[in-house]
């Protein structure tokens, strides 16, 4: 079918055409003016999504945001925040709402239910695309009504909100609550272990006491050097005297000064006595009385020496206690200071205890602090920007638009059935008709003619005369009849 097939075929069905365009639109003008009016209100909210929390400080990170925008707008059209709505205007105790609840479910169910589903069916979200706003539109027949509902499922969401937000505070708070006790009684416990093993010790500062016992031990650790080698020392001069050698060789012998001032002594008397004897005889009393120095010092040398030789055994024997007394109290002192380690690990273990017990009392101070003040916030982070009003203009039915679409509609319609009645009485309406169905060769085109009606009073007695004859091919399969 070409185009002139396609404005022929119009041209002779367009009574049938124009009348189904006609009562498309006559149809479409009447239900729109029939319908009900519909108010449209609209709340807009804005998401603050990338503000710190006043609390906590956490920062909503920018690839979270759409899904955050989407997260919202679920929450919106969710059931739970439709029942606050309910709650919030008392819809589910007038007797209107209750009756429409019984007439169509026959009471059966929850009335509060019914409404929120209701409800849900007219709001319309829709987040924006390029900011953090959400515009929430309400459709009903009543414009207060549906602003009301638009301003109520506003306020519902911004309370769902800010309640998902405070609960989760609110539960953390209490449990860090609980922990804060238990975690006082094991502080209070570990301070009193620690008080009480300070006391059974009778520990006042325990550094202290160890660097005194400490030094202590060190000055004893020199003392028994010390005295390990003066023991020695005598040891061995002891041992050299009584080898035979002689004592007064001995360097104690020749340190002593009244051994030396008696060998002086002697040697002076002994010098005298060789004087005296030159000039005088033996029996001489001077003589004789040189002699009875002499032998007197001579008795006090050997004395001495004699006194000498002993002390050098005393003093080996002094020396010797005096070692193994050290070395006893070296060993005690040891003791004691292993035991004031022992002593110190304990006390450092209990100190530990307390302060990790008070290390983990102060972290979860701190957290039910901020858990409970994060409860008992009351800001979020949604705000109205614009409240519905009650709209003056109806969204619904839109008559200009509902009448372009009808025209367009009818349009199309009645071409669609122009040309399904053409399909069912196919007729000959071109040239091309004759060639496409009779498959015979056309010989000539006589042009249509308009005809020429004869007078009223000549067509009298059904006499018509026309001035040119017209005809019309019926196409059919067997050929031209």
Known sequence: MNFNQFIAILLARKKIALFILVTTVLTTLAVSLILPKTYKATATLILNYTGADPVSGAVVP????????????????????????????GLDKQAEAIAMFNKATKGEGNVRDWLADLLLKNLDVKPSRESSVINLDYENANPKFAADLANAFADAYIQTNLKFKVDPSKQTAEWFNNQVKTLRDDLAKAQTKLSAYQREKGIVSIEEHFDVENTRLAELSSQLVGAQSQSLDKSSRQQQASRGKSLEESPDIL??????????????????????????????????????????????????????????????????RLESDLRASLATQKNKVLLINQQRDELLRLQRDVENSQKVLDMAMQRYSQSN???????????????????????????????????????????????????????????????????????????????????????????????????????????IK
């Open 62 to 89: 920018a690839q979270l945001v759409p899904g955050y925008m989407a997260t919202q707008v679920d929450i919106i059209n969710s059931h739970n925040v439709a029942l606050n709505v309910i709650d919030t205007l």
């Open 255 to 320: 340190s002593n000064p009244l051994i030396q001032n008696l060998k002086a002594e002697l040697t002076r008397a002994e010098s005298k006595i060789a004087d005296l004897g030159q000039r005088l005889s033996s029996n001489h009393p001077q003589y004789q009385s040189a002699m009875a120095e002499a032998q007197s010092l001579r008795s006090k040398l050997e004395r001495e020496l004699k006194t000498a030789g002993s002390s050098l055994g005393s003093a080996a024997n002094i020396s010797q």
């Open 373 to 479: 003040m994060a409860g008992q916030s009351n800001q979020t982070e949604v705000a109205i920007l614009n409240p519905a009003t009650a709209p003056t203009d109806p969204s619904k039915p839109k008559v200009f638009l509902n009448m372009l679409i009808s025209i367009f509609m009818g349009t199309m319609l009645a071409v669609g059935i122009a040309l399904l009645a053409e399909m069912l009485d196919r007729r000959v309406r071109t040239p091309e008709d004759i060639l496409n169905w009779a498959e015979i060769p056309l010989l000539g085109v006589i042009p249509p003619t308009k005809l020429v009606r004869q007078p009223w009073f000549k067509r009298i007695g059904g006499n018509r005369k026309n001035t040119t004859k017209s005809f019309d091919y019926k196409v059919s399969k067997a050929g």
